[in-house]
């Protein structure tokens, strides 16, 4: 709808809320943050009974020195008002009885309380001050969404005082252990104004954001399970630090479709669509601070808080990014602390190869005007000049099993930070400031003109992304990222081919009429040459902070077929690796490899644009017979 479409732009370009938030009544009642880890309810034999109340709430999203504000909250009759809602979580074949009360003068809608059944067929209209009865067999094995919104309108519209009526049904399969499994609500608190001053916005993950969000605690090698429910009405890439999950389930509707086993790939980012659920399980091998965050970088900056930044918000958010700053994450994110096992022994790293890789500033360099933040890899024994970056990053080469030392340089007037996206490392060098680490040995951003050694083995071959970790938005939309290519033996690369797509140019700091991305460092991307009855390999790397891509290869009359190879560096498996339209919609953080192999001369385009209204770059590929090649 154009309305979530103005507010996705204005989440973008937001500044930090400086003006009176909204406060609750006098006398509602305080609201909890509720981890879903304790089912609601009465059971009695197969029947689970629930007296589900929708209250007025005050509640404090972030800390208990952060803003409190008026919102709608389900309860448990006689209990807390929660935040997220009471958890309904009961074996296959469980009676539902519920008893909703709506004890305030407006009306509402409540949605899902009947998974399994057609959309549109599980709405009720609970008016103000009445009581309504739910009655049914709960069939569908899985994960659901329940919600309420006010009488009139719809999942969408639902932005402050009724955007926390959430809650979650789990149904398990009758007589079969599961493995822990955690529950995350994603959600958020819009609240705008008519008169023109900037809106308030928080984004939280069960009821908090970070870093007030929970901390779980697992112990290396424990088996684990992730029930994410997307409560919003935007996508949200969610990437996983540290390890690969394996894709269980897709809910929608009140419907959770389990994926086969066989259909299983690993992966490490993944966008959940709005209103939906996901369910993911991966084993905690490596020990250390990990995170589950969303990738979009307006989704964990300073825009999505209420209390505001640590430090001189006008110039963070002003005109144009200029001197030292402090910046921290915020919004959706989850601390996950993996214990070491008692065997554990850090890697060696005896002989491993050194590479230089600058972290500098060049003036001028982006079509907005705005200079260019990016990195500058050393080749030889002489650094690169100070003023040099290369647009994306240079791609660095590593090989599989081989330690390897990134001495990395900061000549910004800022400090910084680097993640090496999706590789299975251990936890200091990951890259997330004040997190990264274990024990009581944890990571720092690197501070202008300091140096730090990121240093580790890469234990998997394929494609990932490197990127900031810190103050994202600025640093990634100026051009701090570029790919990573771990390989077993030396690329082939006339066959071999990198496209990455991300940012080009902060778009909080200028407004002009161009896309504020590149496609290989350009908006004008040199053409990519393929060569006839020869298979080439495409790695896709989307890395935009801000923007879902799509990637699509076609003629002027066709979209033309490609062999899915790999995602997010892993291989996929047998059934999946197969031929199919060559269109793939990626969120930030996501690789993809594709094989291609062309079966007559001609021109072919890579269309690269913004699954939203936004912005398109083509990629020309100019196809050769072999003997063409210079």
């Known amino acids: 709808p154009a309305f979530l479409l103005a507010v996705f732009h204005a989440q973008l370009v937001a500044p930090l809320p400086r003006v009176p938030l909204p406060r609750p009544a006098a006398g509602a009642v305080r609201a909890v943050v509720h981890e879903n880890t304790r089912p609601a309810g009465v059971r009695s034999g197969t029947t689970l009974s629930l007296k589900l109340d929708i209250v007025t709430a005050a509640w404090k999203p972030e800390g208990?020195?952060?803003?409190?504000?008026p919102i709608f909250a389900f309860a448990e009759r006689g209990g807390s008002a929660l935040v997220p809602g009471p958890l309904i979580r009961v074996p296959r074949g469980t009676e539902l009885h519920v008893t909703l009360r709506n004890p305030g003068d407006s009306a509402f809608t409540v949605s899902g309380l009947r998974p399994g059944m057609a959309s549109g067929t599980d709405t009720i209209t609970l008016a103000a001050r009445s009581t309504r009865e739910v009655r049914y067999r709960l069939d569908q094995v899985g994960t659901h969404l329940y919600f309420a919104a006010f009488a009139g309108s719809g999942f969408e519209d639902r932005l402050w005082l009724d955007s926390q009526l959430n809650g979650v049904i789990v149904v398990d399969p009758p007589g079969r252990?599961?493995?822990?499994?955690?529950?995350?609500?994603?959600?958020?608190?819009?609240?705008?104004?008519?008169?023109?001053?900037?809106?308030?916005?928080?984004?939280?993950?069960?009821?908090?954001?970070?870093?007030?969000?929970?901390?779980?605690?697992?112990?290396?090698?424990?088996?684990?399970?992730?029930?994410?429910?997307?409560?919003?009405?935007?996508?949200?890439?969610?990437?996983?630090?540290?390890?690969?999950?394996?894709?269980?389930?897709?809910?929608?509707?009140?419907?959770?479709?389990?994926?086969?086993?066989?259909?299983?790939f690993l992966s490490n980012t993944d966008v959940v669509k709005p209103g939906s659920t996901t369910t993911l399980s991966f084993v905690a091998n490596t020990p250390g601070n990990w995170l589950l965050h969303c990738h979009f970088a307006f989704h964990v900056d300073e825009a999505v808080t209420l209390s505001g930044s640590p430090k001189d918000s006008a110039a963070m958010h002003g005109p144009a990014h200029v001197g030292p700053r402090?910046?921290?994450?915020?919004?959706?994110?989850?601390?996950?602390?993996?214990?070491?096992?008692?065997?554990?022994?850090?890697?060696?790293?005896?002989?491993?190869?050194?590479?230089?890789?600058?972290?500098?500033?060049?003036p001028g360099r982006l079509v907005t005007g705005a200079p260019?933040?990016?990195?500058?890899?050393?080749?030889?024994?002489?650094?690169?000049?100070?003023?040099?970056?290369?647009?994306?990053?240079?791609?660095?080469?590593?090989?599989?099993?081989?330690?390897?030392?990134?001495?990395?340089?900061?000549?910004?007037?800022?400090?910084?930070?680097?993640?090496?996206?999706?590789?299975?490392?251990?936890?200091?060098?990951?890259?997330?400031?004040?997190?990264?680490?274990?024990?009581?040995?944890?990571?720092?951003?690197?501070?202008?003109?300091?140096?730090?050694?990121?240093?580790?083995?890469?234990?998997?071959?394929?494609?990932?992304?490197?990127?900031?970790?810190?103050d994202d938005r600025h640093q990634m939309s100026s051009g701090m990222y570029g790919a990573l290519l771990v390989t077993d033996a030396p690329r082939d690369t006339l066959h071999d081919h990198v496209i990455i797509a991300g940012g080009g140019g902060p778009e909080v700091e200028k407004k002009i009429e161009s896309p504020y991305a590149l496609v290989n460092g350009r908006r004008t991307p040199r053409p990519l040459h393929l060569t006839v009855g020869e298979t080439h390999r495409l790695r896709i790397v989307s890395i935009h902070p801000d923007w879902r891509i799509a990637f699509?290869?076609?003629?002027?009359?066709?979209?033309?077929?490609?062999?899915?190879?790999?995602?997010?560096?892993?291989?996929?498996?047998?059934?999946?690796?197969?031929?199919?339209?060559?269109?793939?919609?990626?969120?930030?953080?996501?690789?993809?490899?594709?094989?291609?192999?062309?079966?007559?001369?001609?021109?072919?385009?890579?269309?690269?644009k913004s699954v939203e209204s936004g912005w398109y770059i083509p990629l020309d590929v100019i196809v050769e017979r072999a003997t063409a090649r210079p």
């Open 177 to 264: 252990a599961t493995m822990a499994d955690h529950i995350f609500v994603l959600s958020e608190w819009f609240h705008p104004y008519d008169d023109g001053r900037p809106f308030e916005v928080v984004s939280l993950i069960n009821g908090k954001g970070w870093p007030h969000t929970q901390r779980l605690d697992l112990m290396q090698g424990d088996s684990t399970r992730f029930r994410i429910v997307n409560a919003l009405p935007l996508h949200h890439p969610m990437h996983l630090h540290g390890f690969y999950y394996r894709l269980e389930s897709h809910g929608r509707e009140g419907v959770d479709v389990p994926v086969p086993l066989g259909q299983q």
């Open 552 to 608: 699509s290869m076609r003629t002027d009359s066709t979209v033309l077929r490609w062999r899915a190879i790999a995602k997010d560096g892993a291989d996929l498996p047998v059934a999946l690796a197969t031929e199919r339209p060559a269109y793939v919609e990626m969120g930030p953080g996501e690789t993809a490899d594709f094989e291609v192999i062309p079966r007559a001369p001609g021109r072919w385009r890579m269309e690269v």
């Open 64 to 69: 208990d020195d952060d803003p409190e504000v």
């Open 326 to 362: 402090e910046h921290g994450m915020r919004g959706l994110a989850v601390g996950i602390r993996v214990r070491p096992s008692p065997t554990y022994v850090e890697p060696s790293l005896e002989n491993a190869r050194t590479l230089r890789l600058f972290v500098q500033k060049e």
């Open 372 to 470: 260019a933040i990016g990195f500058a890899l050393q080749r030889g024994d002489s650094a690169p000049p100070r003023t040099r970056v290369s647009l994306p990053g240079p791609v660095l080469e590593l090989r599989r099993g081989q330690p390897v030392r990134i001495v990395v340089k900061n000549n910004l007037e800022e400090p910084t930070s680097i993640h090496w996206h999706g590789l299975e490392i251990e936890s200091f060098p990951d890259g997330v400031p004040q997190w990264s680490g274990l024990g009581n040995r944890i990571y720092q951003q690197v501070a202008p003109n300091d140096s730090f050694v990121a240093a580790f083995i890469p234990p998997r071959s394929g494609t990932f992304p490197y990127h900031s970790h810190l």
